[in-house]
């Protein structure tokens, strides 16, 4: 059975994520959360239909998620989740390579 992972990182963007918007509205940021897992059993289901990202690092993979970015690897296990970040964010030291 295929599974999902989440990085440490990735674990600890969505809690940044869900703090910030939480802060303002508790059920816009679990609506956010709910959309994330979903678009993580998208990428379980089709580990290649999120773009090929070999300029950051061989294998990573990106998929956008709203105003976010799911940067993810597709692993013989499954999906591995990096990263969730804001698509404005700098990629630039998001990933230490």
Known sequence: MKTIRLSER???DLLEIWEY???ENPESAERLLQSFREKFELLL???LIGR???E???GLRSFPAGR???FYQPMDYGIEVL???HGASD????FDI
Not at 91 to 94: A, E, V
């Open 45 to 47: 289901g089709h580990p």
């Open 68 to 70: 976010y970015v799911i």
């Open 91 to 94: 990629l630039r030291g998001l």
């Open 21 to 23: 918007i939480a802060r």
């Open 56 to 58: 950051i690092f061989i």
């Open 83 to 85: 990263r969730v970040r």
């Open 52 to 54: 090929e990202r070999n």
């Open 10 to 12: 990735a674990q600890d």
